[in-house]
């Protein structure tokens, strides 16, 4: 029997490719208000990629991811304004805090399974923002404020330059033989440890990978606001954002939390300008719905329900 | 070189409880070892230990004389040991030939070739009789074919002594006999040592060069397994003294 080929980059592959291609073309031309849409889903598209590394392929479920966001956002905001780096500068310090941050939480955190990974993560934001408060470098509870202008063309292209990259390492994990043992260790761990697997390694391989873009993607959204406050930047909200998109698109695959961003982003800005808070209510809904019916996200349940569409979605 | 794995004087606790008072074996590639014992006489505890799933107490695991016992699960199957379980645990989610394909790329070769380690995989999917079902999800497959998959994995992992636990127990009189079958052929192709914990008689006594029984912990006889059977203390470890003296 042959061994069927494995696709060497697919449609999935092209079609996002794609996107990235004709928006980076199209974005000066883009008005100032769908531009700014735009920017705020790439960077939810960011941050739900991120949460694909280490709950989509481990399947340890992140409730503190936010954590990461939040230092990118503070490293950024720090850099930034104290020492008057660039913004981009600050950007990759912001994501080279949240990929050590990772490395270090995660080296304790990712022992635990199941609930007690989930709960041990959900209580670093929380310890996060009660550091920040006491600490006057970092502003304490008033925050840092920076007077740096509006530059959404700058906005647009860093976060549409992280968000490539970290599709480009969604796709080489998820396709090579680092993505066969993560789907080991989401399986069964102690079976995986047994076929030769180091899962402890693997896992905290990841988890930096998450924690790097989060930062990044933080420090983005700090950047676009001009700004970081201690209670917004570590909200739990964003990580339930994160997980939502992750469990809508689908998790552990390439185009999933792409979907899931589009599916969380859009009811996140409409509801902001109709009815603040209404799109929880939504979010809510579909997640019920979704963990009823289809518990694999839209693009398991493509795959799933329309044969065509195996050899294409990824 | 033919590779050797010894064990020495293992012991392991479990709080008050003691699962192995001192332990001693060997198995050589190429042979096969079979380890008998009445139920919680502490075989899996024993195969555990070799596997680096758990660390002895006291005691020592070495392979070709270098100490195994202190090292993780996974180094220990990058050295050449694999071990199967008694409850087949297959990654569910994954089809069989993922599952196999999985065991290559990580295992003893640690081959980083995807498309070059689901050749093999499918080499040993044939190999095991598995073919037909490479593309089914592990999670729709019958106990028998899950048991087969415990197998494929370990063979895949390219380990040279192989630990099995039970890989026979549950199957009809024809099942087993066509896995005894299978068993004996893989073994020629292969090469492969093993210790095989195993209740089915007929299988340890036909299958192994050497049968070591092992009750409460402790080695009660050691030798060819029809000899072995006959010794008294190996009759009243499993039927009672009673059983053991009318045999005699």
């Not at chain 1, 989930?118 to 310890?127: D, S």
């Not at chain 2, 106990?143 to 549950?170: P, Y």
């Not at chain 2, 009809?172 to 292969?190: C, V, Y």
Request: glycine share 12%; hydrophobic share 50%; with cysteine.
């Amino acid at each position: 029997m042959k061994l069927p080929a494995i696709p060497k980059l697919g449609p999935t592959v092209w079609g996002i490719a794609a996107f990235l291609v004709v928006g980076a073309i199209a974005a000066p031309w883009i008005p100032i208000y769908p531009l700014t849409i735009l920017i705020g889903l790439l960077v939810f598209a960011a941050l739900a990629y991120s949460m694909n590394f280490i709950t989509g392929l481990t399947g340890y479920v992140s409730f503190g991811q936010v954590v990461f966001m939040g230092t990118g956002a503070y490293a950024w905001g720090y850099v930034v304004g104290t020492f008057r780096w660039h913004p981009i500068g600050g950007v990759l310090v912001g994501a080279a805090v949240g990929a050590l941050l990772a490395l270090g939480l995660g080296a304790v955190t990712l022992r635990f399974r199941g609930v007690y990974f989930a709960i041990a993560t959900l209580v670093m934001p929380l310890a996060a923002v009660d550091i920040i408060l006491v600490t006057p470098a970092l502003g304490g509870g008033q925050g840092i404020i920076l007077n740096l202008g509006f530059e959404p063309l700058s906005w647009f292209y860093t976060i549409w330059v992280i968000l490539a990259i970290e599709i480009g390492l969604t796709y080489w994990v998820t396709h090579g033989r680092i993505g066969y043992g993560l789907r080991a260790i989401k399986g069964d761990e102690d079976a995986a440890k047994t076929l030769g697997i180091d899962a402890a390694r693997l896992k905290l391989f990841v988890f930096c990978f998450s924690g790097l873009f989060t930062g990044a993607a933080g420090a983005v959204n700090a950047w676009t606001l001009s700004g970081v406050f201690p209670n917004d930047a570590f909200a739990l909200l964003f990580s339930l954002q994160m997980l939502a998109m992750v469990v809508i698109g689908g998790m552990g695959t390439l185009l999933g939390p792409l979907l899931g961003a589009v599916v969380v982003y859009i009811p996140h800005t409409y509801f902001l300008t109709v009815v603040v808070g209404a799109e929880f209510i939504v979010i809510g809904i579909l997640i019920a719905i979704i963990a009823l019916v289809i518990p694999e996200g839209i693009v398991g349940a493509l795959r799933r329900h329309i044969p065509a569409l195996r050899r294409i979605l990824e | 070189m033919t590779m050797v794995l010894s064990v020495a004087e293992v012991r392991k606790d479990f709080g008050g409880v003691h699962a192995l008072r001192g332990v001693s074996l060997s198995v050589a590639e190429g042979r096969i070892v079979g380890l008998i014992g009445p139920n919680g006489s502490g075989k899996t505890t024993l195969l555990n230990v070799i596997a680096g799933v758990e660390k002895p107490t006291a005691g020592t695991v070495t392979l070709d004389g270098r100490r195994i016992d202190r090292l993780p699960a996974h180094r220990v199957v990058e050295l050449g040991i694999a071990k199967t379980h008694q409850i087949p645990k297959p990654f569910l989610g994954l089809t069989t030939r993922d599952n196999v394909g999985v065991a290559v790329l990580y295992g003893s070769r640690q081959d980083r070739d995807v498309a070059r380690a689901f050749d093999e995989a499918n080499w040993v999917l044939r190999l095991v009789g598995l073919e037909r079902h490479a593309e089914t999800l592990a999670a729709n497959l019958t106990v028998q074919d899950r048991k087969r998959l415990e197998l494929a994995r370990v063979i895949a992992t390219g380990s040279r002594i192989l630990l099995l636990d039970e890989v026979f127990a549950g199957l009809s009189p024809d099942e087993l006999r066509e896995a005894m079958g299978l068993f004996t052929r893989l073994q020629k192709e292969i090469g492969f040592g093993a210790l095989v914990v195993e209740h089915v008689m007929r299988a340890v006594l036909t299958l192994s060069d050497r049968v070591i029984v092992i009750d409460e912990g402790r080695k009660i006889a050691e030798g060819p397994p029809q000899q072995v059977v006959r010794q008294p203390a190996v009759i009243e470890a499993y039927l009672g003294r009673e059983a053991a003296r009318a045999a005699t």
